[in-house]
């Protein structure tokens, strides 16, 4: 685990964006001040019968509020832009010399789309933190991605657009040392998950994937896994391989899902927040602030060690 308290160098980074954060937040607040007062004043004018001179008085005050924030809004983003390649930079650094995060930088959409993992395609699709590094001999990276598809629904008033996640969370991509001559992949067996299986396996072949039966009875019940080529997934699927996928489920807040295609093994994990974001309204200064970001770092870097990457049962061809 990373030792924050004890990591000078990032202690000495925190203070100084903290002067900035102070700076921002203040002028933040006196934005959504002129904004809040704005509309108090419009909303007063308009309940006692003076609708124009408070719609004059609130509208400047409104675009007033808005001025302040754009005009901050440049600075804003250096001290997130800072906070994400010094502070977690530097974290990551403490953990390992090879670990590199770049906050412009993700996951290609083609790329997310490749590992089969997902069944919808896309309609909107933003990535951001890639962190890329090595474990002993293991190439890996991950990074945020928020995909989701769109119906349009019919309703009295026109058509409705309407958006649902396909994925939230963090993709994690590591090299597995083995070009891989077919496509396996495990997902959680939810009721969705266990209806397709049941299609897949009796009416049609989803995908030109067979579903695969395994011999760990409590990995059959928890997840299901799909290959084109059963003997290429029994070799990855070894019994130790997953009990280490059954760990790694374990120590998740929730079910994985993984896919093992063109050398590369990819893992996705669902996520409810966005991490590696600068606070603008909390201290940096206080001790439990990158604990959460910390943890998720930690979690990532040791899934090579997890699921024994570094053993090198195969080679490349």
Not at 104 to 118: R, S, V, W
Not at 200 to 206: A, D, G, T
Not at 279 to 299: A, G, H
Not at 311 to 316: D, V
Request: aromatic share 12%; hydrophobic share 40%.
């Amino acid at each position: 685990m990373i030792n924050v308290a004890g990591n000078v160098a990032l202690q000495n980074v925190l203070a100084t964006l903290e002067v900035e954060r102070k700076k921002i937040s203040s002028t933040q607040k006196k934005g959504y001040l002129f904004i809040a007062i704005g509309i108090i004043v419009a909303l007063s004018g308009f309940a006692l019968g003076l609708p124009v001179p408070a719609a004059i008085a609130g509208l400047a005050s409104l675009i007033y509020g808005g001025i302040i924030l754009y005009k901050i809004s440049d600075a804003l983003k250096a001290y997130k832009d800072a906070f994400k390649v010094n502070v977690i930079g530097s974290a990551l650094k403490s953990l390992d010399s090879s670990l590199l995060i770049e906050p412009d930088k993700g996951i290609p959409e083609y790329e997310f789309e490749q590992t089969q993992i997902f069944s919808q395609t896309p309609d909107r699709y933003k990535t951001e933190d890639l962190v890329s590094g090595n474990a002993g001999k293991t190439t890996f990276y991950f990074a945020e991605v928020h995909a989701a598809y769109k119906t349009e629904v019919q309703t009295k008033n026109g058509t409705r657009t309407e958006w649902h996640d396909i994925f939230r969370g963090i993709l994690f991509c590591a090299d597995f040392n083995k070009n891989f001559v077919g496509v396996t992949i495990v997902k959680p067996k939810d009721l969705l998950g266990t209806m397709g299986a049941w299609f897949s396996k009796n009416l049609f072949s989803f995908n030109d994937k067979d579903i695969i039966s395994l011999e760990n009875t409590e990995f059959s019940k928890t997840s299901i896994t799909q290959a084109t080529d059963q003997v290429e997934a029994r070799y990855i699927l070894t019994p130790a391989m997953m009990e280490r996928i059954l760990n790694l489920n374990r120590n998740s807040k929730s079910s994985v899902s993984l896919s093992f295609i063109n050398s590369k093994m990819y893992i996705a994990f669902p996520l409810s927040r966005n991490y590696f974001e600068a606070p603008v309204f909390k201290t940096l200064l206080n001790p439990e602030l990158l604990n959460e970001d910390i943890t998720v770092i930690n979690f990532m870097y040791e899934i090579v060690n997890e699921l024994d990457l570094n053993t090198r049962i195969w080679g490349k061809n």
